[in-house]
């Protein structure tokens, strides 16, 4: 059963425009999000993350906004660069992380 | 110098054979995981170790054992590999930093 679903397996950007990766979860009983960024033949790696004490946290060019009455998290990429093409993976911390499917974001030049 | 190193970085075998993959990291980390990124690409939690000590093992295949010698070492052994095992596995650690893992960069895992 999966706890924490991102919908969308592509995301096409033009480069210096918005990304925006979403993300939807079920169990409101776990309250830490995270994102992560994997390039292929490498681990993911650790992009920001957010608490359900937070509706936004941001860093840099990355903000990560939470909806709890929605259960939905989206992560927002701007201006976009072609660096970013890679998978974005959304997970939710229960003491062990549990991945969506993963969004794979290109951005075109 | 590599943080969480897995090797092999690529494995080829054949059915019914057994095999190992090593992980090390040199963080300092009390908790190391397993995790299989299956053929649709889903991440999936194996096995968690934290100072030697087994604290997660999801629903895997008794054929698949972990081993901790050390806090800095958690290798996964494999026995009777089935063509389904194939895969990428990836070794992380943490320091109980609220989900931030830090992960190598994967074995991929193919049975003929």
């Known amino acids: 059963d999966q706890q924490v679903k991102q919908n969308s397996p592509s995301l096409s950007v033009q480069e210096g425009r918005i990304s925006i990766l979403n993300c939807d979860y079920t169990n409101s009983m776990f309250d830490y999000f995270l994102w992560y960024k994997k390039y292929p033949a490498e681990g993911p790696t650790f992009l920001i993350s957010i608490s359900s004490i937070k509706d936004k946290n941001e860093d840099g060019r990355f903000t990560v906004f939470l909806n709890k009455s929605a259960k939905h998290l989206s992560l927002h990429i701007v201006p976009s660069q072609p660096g970013d093409s890679a998978v974005y993976f959304c997970a939710d911390d229960r003491g062990k992380l549990i991945f969506g499917q993963g969004t794979e974001l290109s951005v075109k030049p | 110098d590599t943080a969480v190193s897995q090797t092999p970085k690529y494995l080829v075998t054949q059915m019914g054979n057994d095999k190992s993959i090593k992980c090390e990291q040199n963080l300092g980390h009390d908790t190391m995981y397993w995790y299989k990124q299956d053929s649709k690409k889903f991440l999936k939690i194996m096995f968690s170790y934290n100072n030697k000590e087994l604290i997660i093992n999801e629903t895997v295949p008794n054929r698949f054992s972990p081993k901790s010698p050390d806090k800095a070492h958690l290798n996964l052994h494999i026995n009777s590999l089935e063509l389904g095992d194939s895969a990428v596995y990836f070794c992380?650690?943490?320091?109980?930093?609220?989900?931030?893992?830090?992960f190598g960069s994967g074995t991929r895992l193919t049975v003929v």
């Open positions: 992380a650690s943490s320091q109980d930093t609220r989900g931030r893992y830090t």
